[in-house]
């Protein structure tokens, strides 16, 4: 556990807090600070925290004698210390909505028949699909960390199913877009300012494809192969606020182009990261909130930029129809996505569809020398191009 001044440009700096979780092999946890007096509270407060934890009486034998309640609190105290305060504040916000209904079932009542049964209850109520799966994420999140530090003997919920969520269709950027998004915030985050890293995301997201998650989860010793390759083999989850493996359960290569290797690299060496810190940062040093970014840095840019309107999401939208659009063929481009079923890329072939039919007006590779005379008849062969929905 250690305070040390950190330097954010020429004229800031920040007192940086450097705790381990939970013993020496655990994780490191930062939070800076402006006054190196905040950063000593923090520190003792954390101390207190753990001693604490460390002599409370958490034997749990069977579901009889715990509560939800108190393993939400359990959980709270463990697993947040590694939130940032924005994620704290939303999972609060749940649990004081959930804990009336369920604070006082044992966990074993958890089951998902009662899940389903409150997900019917939330959707009658008008909640979107994908709010009501916010809060069952908490209910299984603090579950399955229960199950875990083996605080209940097995998992109630075994089985439960998200709702599924009705997307918006997809949207992106066409490639003069995309351009001139780029040209936007390299001249508002140029090189030299500590907000760079924005910039970095987007040629990130726009050149691989990657989900936020895994931006968010990208280590230094990710940048493989001499910087031509990153290794996707980890994301960070918001609700569980962990690594977990990537969606798809396989870790990936993905390209890494000249300019994106320069900018990461530049990241890890001005940041001096260690091989298993994660590029981009919170000012607190945690990995970043992808609900903070969205609201509070890309909808901003996007409309200062004055390019279409679309999701963070629909940066992945956008590299993968520019990557099929500029030739790649299916298979590199399901590889490099992450696609485990390759009719998941094709939809984006369907995206492109008018692009397609105007490169068959352009593009004709023909006999050199054709034995049919101008003057012959051409025959129908009823060869069509299909595309999978």
């Not at 905040?38 to 003792?44: G, I, L, S």
């Not at 034998?61 to 463990?78: H, I, K, V």
């Not at 075994?158 to 992106?172: H, I, N, Q, S």
């Amino acid at each position: 556990m250690s305070i040390r001044k950190v330097k954010i440009s020429e004229t800031e700096f920040r007192w940086e807090v450097s705790v381990r979780v939970d013993g020496r092999s655990s994780k490191r946890l930062r939070r800076r600070f402006e006054k190196r007096s905040d950063a000593d509270a923090f520190q003792a407060e954390f101390k207190n925290k753990q001693r604490e934890l460390k002599n409370a009486d958490y034997g749990i034998r069977s579901f009889e004698e715990t509560t939800f309640g108190e393993e939400a609190q359990y959980w709270l105290e463990r697993q947040g210390l590694r939130f940032s305060p924005g994620h704290e504040k939303r999972a609060r916000n749940i649990l004081d909505e959930i804990l009336p209904k369920f604070g006082k079932f044992t966990p074993n009542q958890l089951h998902p028949d009662r899940l389903t049964r409150f997900q019917s209850e939330q959707l009658a109520q008008g909640l979107a699909p994908a709010t009501v799966n916010r809060k069952t994420d908490v209910v299984m999140a603090i579950l399955n960390f229960s199950l875990r530090h083996r605080r209940i003997p097995f998992h109630p919920a075994a089985g439960f199913r998200k709702l599924p969520e009705v997307r918006e269709d997809m949207k992106f950027w066409e490639r003069n877009e995309a351009e001139a998004f780029l040209e936007f915030a390299a001249a508002k985050y140029p090189e030299g300012s500590p907000d760079r890293w924005f910039y970095v995301v987007y040629l990130l997201a726009l050149n691989t494809g990657l989900r936020a998650g895994e931006i968010w989860g990208l280590q230094a010793q990710d940048i493989a192969q001499g910087g031509e390759l990153l290794h996707i083999r980890r994301r960070w989850d918001l609700i569980s606020w962990d690594f977990k493996p990537p969606k798809g359960k396989k870790s990936r290569y993905v390209p890494c182009n000249e300019e994106l290797r320069r900018e990461l690299e530049r990241l890890v060496r001005e940041g001096k990261l260690s091989s298993e810190q994660t590029i981009f940062r919170s000012q607190a040093g945690t990995p970043v909130c992808q609900d903070n970014f969205y609201d509070r840095i890309f909808k901003k840019d996007v409309a200062e930029a004055k390019v279409k309107e679309i999701r963070f999401h629909d940066l992945r939208h956008t590299a993968t129809t520019l990557m099929i659009a500029e030739g790649l063929d299916i298979k590199t481009v399901q590889e490099i996505c992450g696609h485990k079923d390759i009719s998941t890329t094709m939809k984006y072939v369907h995206l492109l569809g008018d692009s397609i039919r105007r490169a068959a007006s352009r593009f004709c590779v023909k006999p050199k020398n054709p034995t049919l005379s101008p003057a012959a008849p051409v025959h129908e062969t009823g060869l069509k191009l299909v595309v999978s929905n």
